[in-house]
C-alpha cells in the first residue's frame, strides 16, 4: 500500500527529528520509504506563538494497515520526545498520515485523506515536488496547491536522506 506521511518539527534541532523519523519509518519492517521532498521552512499555522517550523513529505509502500501505521507513527513521535500539551503548539515531531491507498477512513483515530492536508501548502508543496500527478480525492494535488498562499513557504537548505 502507498502511503503519504507529512512530517514537521519546531522545537530543538528540527533537521534532525525530521531526520531521525525518516530513519525511524523506513527501519519498520513492512515499511519502505520511496522518495522524500526536499524541507521547507515554513510559518507556524494556527495555535500559540511559536518558532518556524521545518516541514517535509515522504511516500512510502508499506503492508500495515492505516490504523497499524498510524499506531507505529505515533510510538516514532513518543520516542522522538513529542509531548501533546497544547492543541497545535510546538513539537520536536509532529508525524501526520495524510493519504493512504486511496482509502477513505473516518474512524475516531484517524480521517483520511487527511481532513486539512487540501488547505496546507506546507503538505501540499512537498508532496507536489515527490508525486506530482497524485490526486486528493477527484483532485490532482498541483491543482490544489495552485490555489493556496504559498507565503512563509521556502526551501531549506539542507536534505533529507533515506538510510
Same mark, same amino acid.
Given at each position: 500500500?502507498?502511503?503519504?506521511?507529512a512530517?514537521?518539527?519546531?522545537?530543538?534541532?528540527?533537521?534532525?527529528?525530521?531526520?531521525?523519523?525518516?530513519?525511524?519509518?523506513?527501519?519498520?519492517?513492512?515499511?519502505?520509504?520511496?522518495?522524500?521532498?526536499?524541507?521547507?521552512?515554513?510559518?507556524?499555522?494556527?495555535?500559540?506563538?511559536?518558532?518556524?517550523?521545518?516541514?517535509?513529505?515522504?511516500?512510502?509502500?508499506?503492508?500495515?494497515?492505516?490504523?497499524?501505521? @498510524?499506531?507505529?507513527?505515533? *510510538?516514532? !513521535?513518543?520516542? =522522538?520526545?513529542?509531548?501533546? $500539551?497544547?492543541?497545535?503548539?510546538?513539537r #520536536?515531531?509532529?508525524?501526520?498520515?495524510?493519504?493512504?491507498?486511496?482509502?477513505?477512513?473516518n474512524?475516531?483515530?484517524?480521517v483520511?485523506?487527511?481532513p486539512?492536508?487540501?488547505?496546507?501548502?506546507?503538505?501540499?508543496?512537498?508532496?507536489?515536488?515527490?508525486?506530482?500527478?497524485?490526486? @486528493?480525492?477527484?483532485?490532482? *494535488?498541483? !491543482?490544489?496547491? =495552485?490555489?493556496?498562499?504559498? $507565503?512563509?513557504?521556502?526551501?531549506?537548505? #539542507?536534505?533529507?536522506?533515506?538510510?
Open positions: 500500500m502507498k502511503a503519504i506521511v512530517l514537521g518539527s519546531n522545537l530543538g534541532d528540527r533537521f534532525n527529528f525530521l531526520q531521525n523519523a525518516v530513519m525511524e519509518i523506513n527501519a519498520i519492517s513492512q515499511n519502505r520509504v520511496t522518495h522524500i521532498s526536499s524541507v521547507y521552512e515554513t510559518l507556524p499555522v494556527g495555535g500559540p506563538a511559536q518558532d518556524n517550523y521545518l516541514n517535509a513529505v515522504i511516500s512510502l509502500e508499506t503492508s500495515l494497515n492505516a490504523e497499524e501505521l @498510524l499506531q507505529k507513527l505515533l *510510538i516514532i !513521535e513518543l520516542n =522522538l520526545g513529542r509531548e501533546r $500539551t497544547t492543541t497545535w503548539g510546538p #520536536t515531531i509532529d508525524l501526520d498520515l495524510i493519504y493512504f491507498e486511496n482509502q477513505s477512513i474512524s475516531p483515530n484517524l483520511l485523506p487527511h486539512r492536508a487540501h488547505e496546507r501548502c506546507f503538505v501540499m508543496k512537498p508532496w507536489v515536488e515527490i508525486d506530482p500527478a497524485a490526486n @486528493l480525492g477527484d483532485t490532482r *494535488i498541483e !491543482e490544489i496547491l =495552485l490555489k493556496l498562499d504559498c $507565503t512563509g513557504v521556502n526551501l531549506f537548505p #539542507t536534505t533529507l536522506v533515506n538510510q
